[in-house]
């Protein structure tokens, strides 16, 4: 059962354990026993270990659409990404125009 926040009109707030099932419906506060509302959290990723919070978020972002390399790209295929780093070499040069 997750831990939810939930804040009463006259006390404040509060935390509750409750069922996932039963996380929309509102819980009585353990102090005057009025009906509260659940309040929205943040989640808590400040307790997480560092390296396992950026390996999480790697591997969320390769979920849904992983990132694909072909080799046939990277070898001058033409594209626009290809391109930058093969410029021409001018054949003229400055210091001959106009001899």
């Not at 006259?10 to 009025?34: T, Y």
Request: aromatic content about 6%; some cysteine; proline content about 7%.
């Amino acid at each position: 059962m997750p831990l939810y926040n939930y804040v009463c009109d006259d006390c404040g707030p509060f935390e509750e354990w409750v069922s996932m099932q039963d996380a929309l419906s509102a819980c009585a506060c353990p102090q005057c026993e009025e009906q509260s509302n659940r309040d929205v959290a943040a989640p808590r990723l400040s307790l997480m270990n560092g390296k396992l919070r950026r390996a999480l978020a790697r591997s969320e972002a390769s979920g849904t659409e992983p990132k694909v390399v072909k080799k046939a790209h990277l070898n001058g295929c033409g594209c626009a990404l290809c391109k930058i780093g093969n410029k021409p070499t001018p054949t003229r040069k400055k210091w001959s125009i106009g001899h």
